[in-house]
């Protein structure tokens, strides 16, 4: 079986595989003082209430934009699984073409969101990730990665808007019933989600008069599903396009090492 992990700023994504089918997967959070033996400890539980051991996994991927977890990620594999993980980064086989001004820049989420969309559904595409940060990364019909752009994340929107703001509370993150909020909460919920609303089909939109043929919009991570139900540019949603992308560069790259 294959143990997918994808490190974001704020979580991380775990998923495990038999052949091309997900059997289960985790969101936990991202914290990045982890030990090996912790993430180890904590993979293992899991595993383990899903009826699984270490022993059932015989090879690792991992994506990362925490640099300073990569070692304890890294000392897990070989300490718990005795697996060397393949990791998302420059001289890995990915099959994408990079074609911006600077390749090594794209993050390795951004390039395993890619490969996996393209995979999936061909192009011309555009990718909406929802994470930390939101992302939006374009793909020609010919499978190159062109470039994206880079806004601030709901999560941290929310956040830098409760600290800054004396008399504004925490939130939870929901459709309101109306866009026109009566008390402050909703309010402040119907600013975050049809904002972020907004924002995603007024960049899509724009993105779009710069392909030559009409890109599938596609979107994923933690509010992908929330704002998708309200946007007029998104596709479709797939919330395990990360992991999916590490499954087929793992494949990739394991075929290409058999030769």
């Not at 993430?39 to 022993?55: A, D, E, I």
Request: contains cysteine; aromatic residues 6%; glycine residues 10%.
């Amino acid at each position: 079986m294959f143990l997918a992990i994808d490190v974001g700023n704020t979580h991380i994504m775990l998923g495990i595989y038999k052949d091309e089918d997900i059997l289960v997967y985790w969101r936990l959070p991202t914290r990045e003082d982890s030990t090996e033996d912790e993430l180890g400890m904590v993979v293992k539980n899991l595993l383990h209430n899903s009826r699984l051991g270490l022993k059932d996994i015989d090879s690792i991927a991992i994506s990362s934009v925490v640099p300073p977890l990569m070692y304890s990620l890294e000392r897990m594999a070989t300490k718990y699984f005795k697996v060397d993980p393949l990791i998302i980064g420059p001289g890995i086989k990915t099959g994408l073409n990079i074609v911006t001004d600077n390749p090594r820049e794209v993050g390795a989420d951004r390039i395993v969101n890619a490969v996996a969309a393209y995979h999936l559904y061909n192009g011309p595409l555009i990718i909406v990730d929802f994470g930390t940060a939101t992302t939006f990364c374009a793909i020609s019909e010919d499978g190159d990665y062109l470039g994206g752009v880079i806004a601030p994340g709901i999560g941290i929107s929310l956040e830098a808007l409760f600290e800054k703001a004396a008399k504004l509370p925490r939130v939870e993150i929901i459709r309101p019933e109306r866009v026109i909020g009566k008390d402050t909460v909703s309010s402040m919920q119907s600013g975050i989600v049809f904002g972020f609303v907004g924002q995603v089909d007024g960049i899509v939109r724009r993105m779009k008069g710069e392909f030559r043929l009409s890109p599938r919009v596609l979107a994923t991570g933690g509010f992908a599903s929330l704002i998708a139900r309200e946007s007029e540019t998104i596709n479709e949603v797939n919330t395990l396009l990360t992991l999916e992308g590490l499954r087929i560069i793992q494949n990739m790259n394991k075929r290409g090492a058999e030769k």
